[in-house]
């Protein structure tokens, strides 16, 4: 098993040979996924691990689309999409032109889920959607709008409790055990990597998404990222997290006022 | 061989909800250490089951928040579709990774991050269920020699889980459900909480 003290020098070939930082990640998921890792690959001692990290491309890519999280799903939440059709979008559809951040997108079933929702209030036409993660190999997947047909059925109920109308069937053609979403639903929406620890703020949005992403992440960085935020998004502008997420206790928390009981905060200034 | 109990997790599934609340119910007030419950459930976000085991007892019950602090005498419930870890400095955090076992939380995750921290001061109760969820936890926890338990299969709603982890893991204390109150609080009465 790979201890404490080998974790921290992965890290720190990481940093010093790949310009991944990943010291300031919650270490027991960032530890647990790592062991999973050496386990599933097989290796026969730390060292060759070591070795093939710090010198093979192709399994560094491997090595950090593995130690993070990219479990994701649509409608994740369908209370939270509620209140972005009922209370959010409204506000957005005064704007000429809607600029959302989706912060750690994985593949991209979120963005997807707001881009079925913005068509239905017809505001996807003057959206335009960042899709933002660490991984080129899973937005490469987020590009392809294709996900495993066996997700659709509950997907589809997360669709109607999120106040969807339509058939969600409509919005994808299964073929074999895949289902590829329409063209039109990311036709608003770029695909890029960036990095939420060293990469800066590249635009001014009026919405930010990032769920389930900061819970991987230690106090200091999660501060960080708040900063980070702060500084893309437009003032009355909103940041919209995982049920399980605060802004709280963020030092930019002070400017921010949550919606009711919902992961929705609001830039009052 | 001595056993501190600085932490206490218990696992649970189908057929622990009632043995949980029984546990609650009957512990001592002073508790000396924290107690994490994960529970098998829907994945749909709920609070009501801390209110129910909130109703149970005078300690504090919370559902857990990533980087809460485990501080004795506290009841933490892993929330629904998160996997619950212990971290070396002792606080909470929350993952929402693969299931593991078809369960999120799952007991695993938790019993193998407690026994990677604390050692030979975790104990791990493991409970009713139609799981295989567990067993690969308290092998963790036996190998860093933490305090394993099991409800005895035989009082046991679903006696699939716990029997899973008796014919794989070296069992500490296989335990009657209607005397695992007693046992726990016996944690607290020991000097220094030492047990065996």
Known sequence: ?????????????????????FTDYSRASLKRRINRLFELDRFPSFAEFRYKIRSQQDYLKRFVEEIT??????????????????????????????????????????VYSMAIVLKEANLLHKSLLYATDINPNVLQRGMEGIFPLSQMKQYSENYIQSGGINEFSSYYSAKYNSAKFDEQLRSKVIFATHNLVSDRSF?????????????????????????????????LGFIGLGSKETMRFSSVGTKYRQLDKEKIWRKMS | MTTNCNLLVIGGSAGSLEIISNILSNLKTDLRFPVIIVLHRKSHV????TDLFSSKTTLPVKEADEKDFLEAGCIYIAPADYHLLVENDRTLSLDFSEKVNFSRPSIDVTFQTAADVFGNTVACLLLSGASSDGTEGLKMVKNRGGLTIVQSPSTAEVAYMPQQAVSAVQIDFIIDAADIPKFINGFSDVPNNSLK
Request: with cysteine; charged share 25%.
């Open chain 1, 69 to 110: 999280v990219n479990v994701t799903e649509m409608f994740r939440d369908p209370g939270f999409y509620k209140t972005l059709r009922t209370q959010i979008l409204p506000v957005l559809a005064t704007y000429p032109l809607i600029r959302i951040w989706h912060a750690g997108c994985s593949t991209g079933e979120e």
């Open chain 2, 46 to 49: 709920d609070s009501i089951l």
């Open chain 1, 1 to 21: 098993m790979v201890n404490d003290e080998e974790v921290d020098i992965l890290l720190n070939d990481l940093f010093e040979v790949h310009g991944y930082d």
């Open chain 1, 203 to 235: 635009n001014e949005f009026q919405l930010i998404l990032c769920r389930n992403v900061l819970i991987y992440f230690d106090k200091d960085l999660q501060d960080n990222v708040f900063s980070l935020f702060d500084q893309s998004l437009e003032t």
